[in-house]
């Protein structure tokens, strides 16, 4: 069974060294969240997911979740281990102190739940839905609504969920059906369906929030006539909490996350309240959905690295056939197939991933403590363009190679990965889900290339391309950084000529822009890890030799994972950049029928 | 019910360790450092106390600098204050310096009970308890596996393990030494609220002029014991496999036990 220590090292590194989340206490309301404490904060949750949550992996996966008379029931040791969190204020991180939270900055959340989800990525989604959920609220909510729910969230003793889909609607939300009626008191009445709802149902909490999409009564049809309503398991009556009408159908068998409940939720007169405005829904909802897009880029990488690591593990202890070039290990029986070239290009690609992953992740968390608290409105505008144009390329790239990465992982331990014992294909099948929710990774392509894109006549993107642009100028002549600028430069040269070509093309016929959307966001996927490992190289570099014998080895493996990424990674950036280029005929003109 | 417990900081057992320059003691360059296990055995059974009774846990850590991270970890857990002997007229002594100085610190303060881990894993000699117990004139437990405050306060009553699966039940009038045992409990994991309380909370630093103890009582030269050299112990990668069924393996290895390794007689 692999194990599992939460990268520290790695985290401290982009978050403070990389980046400058040191500077956050200069905002107003983080003056005490520096580094040492929040550092301090993630040892201690570290522990907690090593030694409590990540051991209810294997044991979930295998019980799943039980469905009974509407009742789900979550795998043992689940519910103590979220009291556990709950109860050490784990579930409250960046919730403001006004509703009891702990109000630390949000990359204090996202390297938690970078470590929660490698832990456990089923158990995980219960609590960091509840922190959606939150968010939603706290930012489109009355004051009313959000006096009565916030507390009992961040506290954990409630959990909430996200109600998007219908049978009939999926990718495109503006088939939603379900209804809202007005009781003329301020509170509204649902009636309808949702499927595919994580966390609908389950024994964690007394309650469960679930904030849902849904049609008033005239509403216009499509995206724009969609509310967002708030819409609890038990209302308050009384004094007392009753049944409001919302129950669980059954839960999906699925490849994967078989821990985390899948559920059918059926609204049958359930009382809500209505969160912002009428039909205005879609727009609240995109502050859950921006989160929790981030959170899955997060599920991709996350599970990439637990896999990882239970690839180490393997190939240092595998004993089979020799070094080609004579054995390593004349001592043993065989050499272990760490000394095997293919077998080191494996590790090595799942290395470069998480890591590259970890600063792009880092990157867009900090633009959206930028576009939420800072205040210089400059900042602002500029921090929420960035994460906004990113949020698609950290969830779909990092899920697309994550998955690839877990897969990739599983091949390094042969036969022993295939098996169920060896605990290497769950991190498959649970990372299968990641490309699929939160908006297909198609979806996410069309998102940047429809919308991103071209926001703000390209101001978005220039947010990406300036820094970029700068700093390969200001490192055009540094000689040691040359093999890592010099790749960036053609690769970074390519997106442009795409972008550009792309914003003619759409133009022209939208056909373009949609089939190019995939390739284009792979081609921005590689460039971005391409600008961050360029950055982490020079850091490394300057850091040669400084610090104690840990730090050595650490800045020593970052330059040469920068290496391997530079010179056997990034040139995957050419073929999507090539597939763009050959335009949608070939795939347009194939007749439907002959498929 | 004041409550003191003490910690020392150790090398993290998953440390690689390599033999430092003088020879006489690792190199501790790029060593992470983290809480004695034991002792969060005994930090847990004082903030177990100190909940049941209302009372206090002081921490008291001596070593480096680096020990107030030590310290510090106690009071995330719960501790509402903490003692720093960090003097380097205090450091690299034996566990005699080491306790004659604790002990100090602790009748300064003050406390009706005083617990300590079961011993250092780094040094593991398991006697700075003892010796504090000695140096206060307290009286002192070694190895126990449960604490239960009498209803009047003062004695507890203690379980301790003794071989063949025994406990031996005592009562220890207080004040006293309690050296507890590894397993007594589960230690707590800190909360996130504690963690952001510690930042507040005070750890007083106390100079070994300040515990009025001679210097040449403590710190190297108050040491009757001076370690020469340490060594990491060599391994061995010959193996000898034995092969055949269990009973004519279990001659073999009767055999080889006695004439090769001469540990049977
Ligand atoms: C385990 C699990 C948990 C989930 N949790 C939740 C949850 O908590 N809350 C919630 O609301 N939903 C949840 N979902 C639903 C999930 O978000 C949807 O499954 C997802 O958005 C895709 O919708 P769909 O399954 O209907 O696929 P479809 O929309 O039918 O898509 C099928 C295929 O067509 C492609 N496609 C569709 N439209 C377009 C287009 N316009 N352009 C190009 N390609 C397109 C898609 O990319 C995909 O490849 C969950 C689903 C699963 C399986």
């Known amino acids: 069974m692999p194990t599992y220590k939460a990268p520290l090292r790695d985290l401290r590194f982009v978050y403070y060294e990389l980046f400058d989340a040191e500077s956050l206490t200069a905002l107003p309301g983080f003056e005490d969240a520096g580094g040492d404490l929040v550092m301090t904060a993630m040892e201690e949750l570290a522990k907690i997911c090593e030694e409590v949550i990540q051991p209810l992996n294997a044991p979930g996966d295998e019980e799943g979740c039980k469905f009974e008379n509407g009742k789900v029931t979550s795998p043992k040791g689940f519910k103590e281990a979220y009291d556990l969190l709950a109860q050490g204020g784990w579930t409250s991180l960046i919730c403001h102190p006004d509703y009891g939270g702990q109000g630390l900055p949000h990359h204090a959340d996202i390297m938690a739940g970078e470590m929660l989800c490698a832990s456990n990525l089923s158990f995980a989604m219960y609590q960091t839905l509840t922190s959606g959920a939150y968010l939603a609220i706290e930012h489109h909510a009355s004051q009313e609504l959000k006096n009565y729910y916030l507390p009992k969230l961040a506290s954990g003793e409630w959990a909430g969920t996200m109600c998007l889909t219908e049978p009939q609607a999926g990718s495109d939300l503006g088939l939603v059906r379900m209804k809202a009626e007005p009781r003329g008191d301020g509170s509204f009445l649902l009636t309808g369906t949702k499927i595919f709802i994580s966390a609908g149902e389950h024994d964690m909490t007394e309650n469960i929030v679930h904030l849902v999409l849904a049609r008033l009564p005239g509403a216009p049809a499509g995206t724009r006539g969609i509310s967002l309503l708030i819409v609890p398991k038990m209302r308050e009556e009384g004094g007392k909490l009753v049944l409001n009408g919302v129950t669980c159908g059954s839960i999906e068998h699925k490849m994967g996350i078989k821990a985390s409940a899948t559920c059918v939720m059926n609204f049958d007169g359930a009382v809500g309240h209505l969160v912002g405005e009428p039909h205005k829904g879609m727009k609240a909802m995109f502050t859950f959905m921006n989160a929790a897009r981030l959170h899955v880029g997060i599920h991709g990488l996350a599970l990439a690295e637990a896999a990882r690591q239970g690839a180490v593990q393997f190939a240092r202890e595998r004993l089979q056939g020799r070094a080609l070039t004579g054995a390593k290990y004349p001592e043993l029986e065989a050499d272990p197939i760490l000394v095997h070239p293919d077998v080191r290009r494996m590790l090595l690609a799942c290395r470069a991933f998480t890591e590259g992953a970890r600063a792009l992740t880092a990157w867009t968390t900090l633009a959206i403590v930028d576009a939420e608290h800072h205040p210089d409105p400059d900042r602002q505008q500029a921090g929420d363009d960035l994460a906004s144009l990113l949020t698609p390329v950290v969830k779909a790239f990092q899920t697309d190679l994550g998955f690839e990465t877990t897969n990739i992982a599983l091949q390094v331990c042969g036969g022993y990965g295939f098996t169920r014992d060896y605990g290497m294909e769950q991190f498959v099948r649970d990372c299968r889900i990641t490309p699929i929710y939160e908006g297909t990774n198609g979806i996410q392509a069309l998102d940047l290339v429809g919308r991103k894109m071209p926001a703000n006549f390209g101001r978005s993107l220039r947010r990406f391309f300036h820094p970029v642009a700068e700093f390969l100028a200001a490192e055009a002549g540094n000689e040691r950084l040359k093999e890592f600028v010099e790749p960036l430069a053609k690769a970074f040269e390519r997106l442009q000529r795409a972008t550009g070509w792309l914003a003619e093309q759409s133009l022209k016929s939208r056909d373009e822009a949609g089939a190019a959307a995939t390739d284009y966001l792979h081609l921005f996927g590689w460039v971005a890890f391409a600008f961050l490992w360029a950055r982490m190289a020079k850091l490394a570099l300057e850091k040669e030799g400084k610090g104690g014998k840990e730090d050595v080895l650490f800045y020593d493996a970052k330059v040469r994972t920068a290496r391997f990424f530079f010179q056997r990674m990034l040139p995957r950036h050419s073929a999507h950049f090539a597939a763009l280029l050959a335009g949608c005929a070939s795939t347009m003109e194939f007749p439907d029928e002959a498929f | ?265």
Request: charged share 25%; glycine share 10%.
């Open chain 2, 1 to 265: 019910m004041k409550i003191a417990v003490c910690v020392k900081q150790v090398p993290d057992p998953e440390a690689r360790l390599r033999v430092g320059a003088d020879g006489a003691w690792i190199d501790e360059e790029g060593v992470a450092f983290v809480l004695n296990e034991s002792d969060e055995y005994a930090v847990e059974e004082a903030l177990r106390i100190a909940e049941r009774t209302g009372g206090e846990v002081i921490a008291f850590g001596l070593g480096p600098e680096r020990t107030r991270e030590a310290l510090r970890k106690v009071l995330a857990l719960g501790a509402s204050r903490a003692v720093l002997l960090s003097d380097p007229a205090l450091l690299g002594g034996d566990a005699l310096a080491t306790g004659r100085a604790l002990a100090a610190a602790i009748r300064q303060e003050g406390a009706d009970l005083v617990l300590t881990g079961s011993a250092s894993s780094d040094l593991g000699y398991a006697a700075t308890g003892s010796v504090i117990a000695g140096e206060l004139g307290w009286p002192h437990a070694w190895l126990v596996m449960g604490v239960e405050l009498a209803e009047d306060r003062r004695s507890v009553r203690i379980t301790r393990e003794m071989e063949g699966g025994m406990n031996e039940l005592s009562a220890v009038v207080l004040p006293a030494v309690i050296q507890v045992q590894a397993g007594i409990n589960h230690p707590r994991y800190a909360s996130l609220k504690g963690i952001m309380a510690a930042k507040k909370k005070e750890i007083r630093e106390v100079a070994a002029a300040e515990l009025g103890v001679d210097a040449g009582r403590l710190g190297r030269a108050g040491s009757r014991l001076e370690t020469v050299s340490v060594a990491l112990p060599v391994s061995g990668r010959e193996v000898e496999w034995i092969a055949g069924d269990a009973a004519a393996v279990a001659a073999a290895l009767v055999t080889k036990l006695e004439q090769e390794a001469k540990v049977l007689r």
